[in-house]
């Protein structure tokens, strides 16, 4: 009879409006959740990256178990095979690519769901019925190891990395492989118009194909100097952008409306938005996406006292855009080369 009781608690929260549910009984959805034993996340990059929230979840929660699946950008293709086939793994996913997420509320198979703090997140980062959104939020700026500057000056601005001080030290992801570099690097040439790419392709920079890699690169001091680092990533010195936006970056989940593990993706999910959780996000290098959790990475402020440019989900979701772009930094930088990080987590499938 309990058994039945959480199942319908948990199914009562399913039936519920999109909304702020500061009531929802969290106590109940894990009961129910332990029935299902574990929550599947799909998400984009190497699986370490999600190591605090399998942590953080698990030691709150600890019946439950976190299986990531990491990867690129196949992963929303195996998700949309897995749809097609009626055989659903995930049970949420948490990719760069906001237009998968767009795509997928338009085709109803996302669900609506608005654990508590959900009507403290920006409208930017959001969608209105709670199909997708924001858990916290990630920022590009400028980096660099000063141990391999060899007396330069660091950059500030965009055309500083342009000096012969920065020859064959510039690291970056590749824009056409990457979709917040992609928004990066559109930023940089909507204030220097196009004819930067051939002088900053003179500088001889070199491409990888992570933002883990990028961080490893400066690190190392092989490539000191970065105007693309994620700054949770970050193990160098920064700078904040003195010409162009910082751009800023939701790491965003939604969950799918027959997820084989709904309860446990719920309670997931609600932890990762709650305060307690939010107020850990600064010392992983995260800035808290609820606006009512304060706080930034060692040596930042809020983003309200940065220049920002916050328009990533609209960004992406302009496919045909997108794809333009692509090709036009594919056309001065060639074809992605490399390996992609691929280290499994200390816990995995």
């Known amino acids: 009879m309990r058994a039945i009781h959480y199942l319908l608690v948990a199914a009562s929260v399913a039936a519920a409006p999109a909304r702020a549910a500061d009531s929802l009984d969290l106590a109940a959805l894990y009961q129910a959740a332990t029935l299902e034993g574990e929550v599947s996340l799909y998400g984009q990059g190497p699986p370490r990256v999600y190591a605090d929230w399998v942590s953080e979840f698990e030691a709150r929660y600890p019946k439950l178990h976190v299986r990531v699946t990491g990867g690129r950008y196949e992963l929303a293709g195996k998700i949309d095979a897995q749809l097609a086939a009626g055989k659903l793994e995930a049970d949420l996913a948490a990719v760069q690519t906001a237009s998968d997420y767009v795509r997928w509320r338009g085709d109803g198979v996302l669900m609506p769901f608005s654990p508590p703090g959900f009507d403290r997140i920006p409208a930017d980062f959001k969608d209105a019925e709670g199909r997708y959104f924001g858990l916290s939020i990630n920022v ?138 939010q107020q850990r996000l600064p010392a992983q290098g995260l800035w808290p996406v609820r ?28 496919t045909e855009r997108a794809k333009s772009l692509r090709a036009r930094f594919e056309s001065y930088i060639g074809p992605p080369q490399g390996d992609y990080p691929t280290p499994a987590p200390a816990k995995q499938q």
């Open 140 to 277: 590009v700026g400028f980096a660099y190891n000063p141990a391999g500057l060899a007396g330069a000056a660091p950059p500030k601005t965009i055309p500083d990395f342009l000096g012969p001080a920065f020859f064959e030290k510039i690291v970056s992801t590749y824009p056409h492989d990457d979709d917040i570099t992609l928004y990066l690097y559109t930023t940089i040439v909507a204030r220097y118009g196009w004819s930067f790419m051939p002088k900053f392709m003179a500088q001889q920079p070199k491409f990888v194909r992570s933002h883990v890699l990028v961080a490893q690169e400066t690190a190392t001091g092989d490539h000191p100097v970065t105007f693309d680092q994620l700054i949770a990533f970050n193990k160098v010195t920064t700078v904040t952008p003195q010409d162009i936006p910082m751009i800023v970056i939701p790491q965003s989940t939604g969950i799918f409306a027959k997820a084989p593990h709904p309860n446990a993706a719920r309670l997931f999910v609600a932890y990762l938005l709650s305060k307690d959780y």
């Open 291 to 318: 606006g009512d959790v304060h706080g930034a990475p060692a040596g930042y402020k809020p983003l309200s006292a940065y220049r920002t440019a916050m328009g990533y989900i609209a960004f992406v979701s302009n």
